[in-house]
Structures are given as C-alpha cells and as structure tokens.
C-alpha cells in the first residue's frame, strides 16, 4: 500500500466518525476530479473535492467503511471496500472498488465504482425524488447520449 493510499483510508475513516473533511481534504489537490456513481463533480474546480467529501458524509447517518485490499503501483491505488451505516433510519451494506490516481505526493483523481442499487433511497428531495433517483436519471440519460460518468 502506498502512503497516500494508507493516509487515505485514515482520512476517510475520520470523516466517517466525526464529519471533520480537513484530513481527507489535505490529501488532495485542489482542482482533483472526483465521482462516485451517486455524487460527480460538475469539472475541474477548486472547490469539488469539498463538495464531494462533503455531500458524501452528508448522505449517511452513519456510515464505517473496512478495507479488504489495498494495492498501489504506478501513481495508481486500488481500494476494496464495504461499507455498512444507515440512512433515514434504514440500515445498509454496500461494497465497491475506488481508484485513487496520484502525482506529486497529491490525488490528482477520485473514483469510486459500486451498485447505487445496494443502498436505500435517500430522503426526498423538494421535487419529490430522492437523491438517488435523480443520479440515476443521470446516469441513464449519459447513456443515451453515448456517455457515462
């Protein structure tokens, strides 16, 4: 495991227990692309990797990921994980991969991959739809457009 991974997923079990973002956050750099199949950032900007981090534990009223695997080479680190918490009052259990791109001691690039499917709905929105309904929207729409994110 490189040291930036390790640094990682303390980082991350942090933010998970207290909501404190500033160790995650100092792992990356500032304009660092991050996704997960619920949350993207809209580009490059300074202020993505907050947002992200941000929106992620806000997603969750408990959340506590454990780390099968971690292997780094090359800049590259791929995380194995599942994670277990609750949402609305609903408890869940999902696990998925992360890929943490590096250069220069920072992650450049974020992405996660898992079945959105393993989680609860997320609490509805003002339009009626929760939060996993519209990225799913999403999703099916950059499909039919010949994309996806």
Excluded at 47 to 69: C, Q
């Amino acid at each position: 495991m490189s040291k930036l991974a390790g640094e990682f997923v303390e980082a991350l079990k942090r933010l998970e227990k207290t909501g404190e973002v500033g160790a995650i956050l100092n792992l990356f750099r500032e304009d660092a692309d991050v996704s997960n199949p619920i949350l993207s950032g809209e580009g490059k900007g300074s202020d993505e990797p907050d947002r992200f981090w941000r929106d992620y534990r806000g997603s969750f009223d408990e959340i506590a990921s454990d780390f099968r695997t971690v292997a780094s080479e090359n800049g590259t680190a791929f995380l194995e994980w599942e994670s277990r918490g609750t949402i609305g009052g609903k408890p869940f259990r999902y696990a998925g991969v992360s890929v943490l791109e590096e250069e220069e001691g920072k992650i450049v690039a974020f992405r996660t991959y898992f079945d959105p499917r393993q989680l609860p709905a997320a609490q509805k929105t003002k339009d009626g739809r929760s939060e996993l309904d519209r990225a799913q929207e999403e999703l099916a729409e950059q499909r039919a457009q010949g994309g996806y994110a």
